[in-house]
Every structure is written in C-alpha cells, then in structure tokens.
C-alpha cells in the first residue's frame, strides 16, 4: 500500500484506483475500537480522521460537510494554556480544521456539563498557539444534533456524486434560475422526465453548494422549504 494519493501503485502497468489514505498524523492515537466504545475513523479527503466519543463522531461529520472545508485533522496538535491560577497545562486538540480561504479553526469536543471548562482551555491557551488560528470552537452534543448530523451525512454522501451527475446540477440550478421563485419546496423540484434518484442529487449539491437554503436545525426531507439563491 501507498500513503501519497499522488503516487498510486501499478499493476500490470495500469494504475490502482484506489490508494490508501494518509494517516492522520495527530500527535495520540484513540484507543482501539471497542465493542463497547464508539472509536474509529473516516476518510475525508483521503486522510484519516479519528474520534474516540460519539459526540466526537457526529462533530467530525458535521465539520466535514461545511462548505469550504479542505482539511480536518484530529488530535493534530496539543497547545499549552494557562488555569485561573496562572499554571500552564497541556491540552491535544480534538479536531483542527482548514478552510480553502486558508483560515485555520480549532475545535474542542466535550459534553455539554463540559462547555465551560473547555472554553477556559482555549481562551487560556498561550499566544504563540492561539496566533496559530483564526477561530475557536467548542462543540457538544447540544451543537450537533441528530437532524444536524443526518443532514451533514447526506452532504457527504452526495457530494461523492456530483462528478456523475453534474450536468443534472446544471439543469436544476437553471429550472430555478428561470422560475425566478424566491422559495421552492424539496418536492417541487421533481419534475417528469428527469428519474428521481438524479434529481434527489442534484437537489442535495444545490444544498451543499449553498444555492437552497432551508431553516437552520431541521431535517432536510421533501416537505423542506428552501430560500433560492441562484
């Protein structure tokens, strides 16, 4: 197996289409999954990403499906920060993220009876590590809920499509362009002649790519109203 996508491996001179993922090259690894336990990884962007909670889980998910996402590392860095007695600590964070604006977002991952003791890490952490982004978060299982993290996985999941499917992107995002509506329902967008499965996509990376708007915190399903920006 390979670790750089940009050199896969031959057979019989042809090249593999798939390559391993990079590892992702945090600075601890999360313990073996367990029966019991809700550890493991995703790949996205053909890297690695750990988590070793569910809230972490669902975090990661969600992260990865924000537009303009390009990088997500886990346990990628631990930074020093200051307590309320002045005693500097060590603290690894659970996910650091890059946007392809170049703006780098630190992420700690708690329960929710945790949110402030976590706040106090990253408003403490020393200035040489807090220089090194332009954000910082803290997410519990309050910020992503089930219909967030539904949501987030069906970004994914079509977003792997829209190579196959892109002019079918461009058909819909034209239908709107031409009705002119400032609102539409999911359902409304079917229409005959176009099979339900192309359409469902094309629907989906018009969510994804910001052009269907619906109202933060709902499950997206076909009765969803979208804002249209075209």
């Known amino acids: 197996m390979v670790s750089n996508p940009n050199s896969p491996i031959l057979i019989d001179g042809e ?19 367990h029966l019991l336990n809700t550890n493991g990884s995703s790949v996205f962007k053909n890297r690695e990403v750990q988590h070793e909670s569910g809230t972490e889980k669902k975090a990661a998910t969600v992260l990865k499906a924000r537009r303009g996402v390009v990088e997500v590392r886990s346990q990628f860095m631990t930074v020093e ?21 170049g703006r780098w977002e630190a992420v700690a991952v708690k329960q929710e009876t945790k949110r402030a003791e976590a706040q106090a890490i990253l408003d403490g ?4 590590y807090r220089a090194l982004f332009d954000k910082l978060t803290v997410m519990t299982e309050l910020d992503v809920p089930w219909c967030v993290v539904r949501n987030a996985a069906s970004i994914l999941y079509y977003r792997e499509l829209h190579h196959d499917y892109e002019h079918h992107v461009r ?7 031409q009705h002119g509506r400032a609102r ?17 996509t094309a629907i989906w990376r018009l969510i994804d790519l910001g052009h ?3 109202e933060p915190g709902q499950l997206v399903n076909e009765l969803t109203w979208f804002t249209v920006e075209t």
């Open 81 to 101: 920060y200051y307590d309320n007695d002045g005693v500097v600590h060590k603290h690894t964070l659970d996910y650091c993220v890059r946007y392809e604006s």
């Open 184 to 200: 539409v329902c999911f359902y409304q967008m079917y229409t005959p002649g176009i099979d339900r499965p192309s359409r469902t």
């Open 125 to 128: 952490m020393l200035p040489e």
């Open 212 to 214: 269907l708007k619906a």
């Open 171 to 177: 058909v819909l995002l034209d239908e709107l362009q």
């Open 15 to 33: 090249p593999m289409l798939w390559v391993e993922p990079l590892r992702h090259e945090g600075v601890r690894n999360v313990t073996p999954k």
